[in-house]
């Protein structure tokens, strides 16, 4: 079992930055990659952004330059930074954590931060 927590979301106005972060805990030896997605009211989650173990990033076309996601160290924490925020930008964050790979990955998610972007 992984266990995913979320901190950082907050109020911002429009043009503003935010930093969101991500930790897992528990059985993460096999973690794969680590990722934020989004979900509006009313609307799906999507896709923000993540990073694989090796490295490797993959963005969103809205999170294209304005957002950047890193990792420390031992790859346990990931990081998504923020910068010129809009109104559409306001959802509920959740971080993905993906153990292991092809048929046998197993994806565990956080509770949620919220992030309100106001104009």
């Known amino acids: 079992q992984v266990q995913v927590a979320e901190s950082g979301g907050g109020s911002v106005q429009a043009g503003g930055s935010l930093r969101l972060a991500c930790e897992a805990s528990?059985?993460?030896?096999?973690?794969?990659?680590m990722g934020w997605y989004r979900q509006a009211p009313g609307q799906a989650r999507e896709f923000v952004a993540t990073?694989?173990?090796?490295?490797?990033?993959n963005y969103a076309g809205f999170a294209k330059g304005r957002f950047t996601i890193s990792s420390d160290s031992d790859k346990k924490v990931v990081y998504l930074q923020m910068n010129s925020l809009e109104s559409e930008d306001t959802a509920v964050y959740y971080c993905?954590?993906?153990?292991?790979?092809?048929?046998?990955?197993?994806?565990?998610w956080g509770q949620g931060t919220q992030v309100t972007v106001s104009s």
């Open positions: 993905n954590v993906a153990v292991g790979v092809g048929m046998g990955s197993v994806d565990y």
């Open positions: 528990g059985s993460t030896l096999d973690i794969d990659r």
């Open positions: 990073k694989t173990t090796s490295g490797r990033t």
